[in-house]
């Protein structure tokens, strides 16, 4: 595992684009794209949003970039405003206006579901290029991650949103658990996790963080 750095960025954005091709969730977003252009418009947007992150230095990668996971530190954002006021243009050339709203529009989705309280480390995005998947990349990405940052002091809890059921089990072997089924958009949704600090157990969560529909 190492840091990723600008010069990463292009083949995030592929590994990522690739990796969620058959998602559920961004499948909807762009449906209406032709494959190629789909693939170009996911691997734009999931690149902007390594790009947005890499300050916060918690965009990780194995050394060819055969996967990613992108972290939230607790308390930072995932964009800066310039980079939410960049990000409707940037979607929409990409893919086009019908892509972009609906694209824009799941953003916001994860947006109002996601919670802020305790503060935690955010699994924004984790994923591995199709030509690599079965060796253990992505999730020892986590793993290490992880140790990172239960070494912290004081250690803090980390959460994540699954759309693909067959995951929340090997989350699970990482100490993750299972907190909430949410629908997002479209009648599509998936399961929220958190592990508590050091795998102990998920933490109590406040604010808008209820029983989901």
Not at 47 to 59: D, I, N, P, S
Not at 186 to 211: D, I, K, N
Request: glycine letters at 12%.
């Amino acid at each position: 595992m190492r840091v990723a750095n600008e010069s990463d960025l292009e083949a995030i954005g592929r590994t990522l684009g690739r990796a969620f091709e058959h998602d559920p969730l961004w499948g909807w977003a762009f449906e209406a794209a032709e494959r190629e252009r789909k693939l170009a418009a996911l691997a734009t947007v999931f690149g902007f949003c390594a790009e947005a992150a890499l300050a916060h230095g918690w965009v990780r990668v194995t050394d060819e970039v055969e996967a990613v996971a992108l972290w939230i530190p607790p308390g930072a954002p995932e964009m800066s405003p310039a980079d939410e006021a960049r990000l409707p243009g940037l979607i929409a050339e990409a893919c086009g206006p019908e892509s972009a709203a609906r694209a824009l529009e799941l953003f916001g989705a994860f947006e109002a579901n996601h919670p802020h309280e305790p503060p935690h480390f955010y699994l924004s995005l984790l994923g591995t290029h199709p030509d690599h998947a079965g060796n253990g990349h992505g999730l020892g990405l986590v793993a290490e991650s992880l140790a990172e940052i239960d070494a912290g002091d004081p250690a803090a809890p980390a959460f994540l949103e699954s759309s693909n059921p067959g995951n929340v089990p090997r989350y699970e072997r990482l100490g993750f658990r299972p907190t909430r089924e949410v629908t997002l958009i479209a009648g599509l949704g998936g399961t929220q996790m958190w592990r508590g600090p050091r795998g102990s157990a998920p933490p109590a969560v406040h604010g808008h963080f209820e029983p989901g529909p």
